[in-house]
């Protein structure tokens, strides 16, 4: 038993009867135990103006726009993805008690720091100038409601 109450899924991964990879119940191999992979893949961040945010993260930041759903007269739903990201964000009306602007942190990363400022600043984005620092280059940039966001380069490992 793992702490919680939780059992250790212990069927090996070459079981002919598992799937190699089933994107629901992808495991990992540590110890000799398979656990299960828990993947951050939604973000919910609070604005104030649906359609602008949905604007900006779309035309300006270069999200993907994968959802648009008006569930009730309450709920609006509309989900955006970085792209080459496995994880996305969750905007719109009735899905988070947040206050609209309130989200800081959220990071991506790039391979190219300068090419995603150009990218950035090109399509609008008010972006900050690149920051050295020991663990990656950085640029800043807040939606309009003033979610902040960090974009970082790793640095080369050694």
């Given at each position: 038993m793992l702490s919680g109450g939780s059992r250790a899924v212990t069927?090996?991964?070459a079981d002919e009867n598992w799937p190699e990879f089933d994107i629901a119940w992808s495991h990992r191999q540590r110890e000799g135990v398979v656990t299960m992979d828990f993947k951050l893949e939604l973000v919910a961040v609070p604005v104030s103006d649906v359609d602008k945010a949905k604007a900006?993260?779309?035309?300006?930041?270069?999200?993907?726009?994968d959802h648009d759903h008006v569930v009730s007269d309450e709920i609006r739903f509309v989900q955006l993805t970085p792209?080459?990201?496995?994880?996305?964000?969750a905007i719109g009306t009735?899905?988070?008690?947040m206050r609209p602007g309130s989200v800081?942190?959220?990071q991506v990363?790039?391979?190219?720091?300068?090419?995603?400022r150009e990218e950035l600043?090109?399509?609008?984005v008010e972006v900050s100038e690149v920051q050295d620092f020991p663990?990656?280059?950085?640029?800043?940039?807040?939606?309009?409601?003033?979610?902040?966001?960090?974009?970082?380069q790793i640095p080369p490992r050694p």
């Open positions: 069927q090996p991964l900006f993260y779309v035309e300006r930041a270069g999200f993907n726009a792209p080459g990201s496995a994880c996305s964000i009735g899905i988070s008690r800081e942190g959220l990363v790039v391979s190219d720091i300068e090419a995603a600043a090109g399509r609008g663990w990656g280059r950085f640029v800043y940039f807040s939606d309009p409601d003033g979610n902040s966001w960090a974009v970082q």
